[in-house]
């Protein structure tokens, strides 16, 4: 694998992962009534579905990990 394909796998998993972070801590401190929370949570989803998709159309036969990593 490339090492700009792994940039990208990176990015795209850090950025979802701090937004599902921040997401969690919102609905903990319950901030304006969950409004930004639930758009934050739905951004993360968006994200995170975005990148399974990516990760699916590269080619991890030779490395699976990455998949099985990505969907835990």
Request: no cysteine.
């Amino acid at each position: 694998m490339s090492r700009s394909t792994l940039f990208i796998w990176w990015m795209a998993f850090s950025v979802s992962f701090i937004f599902w972070v921040s997401h969690h801590i919102m609905v903990s401190n319950h901030q304006n009534k969950y409004e930004y929370s639930k758009k934050i949570g739905k951004k993360s989803e968006v994200l995170i579905i975005k990148h399974l998709f990516a990760v699916e159309r590269l080619d991890l036969d030779h490395d699976t990990t990455l998949l099985s990593l990505t969907l835990l």
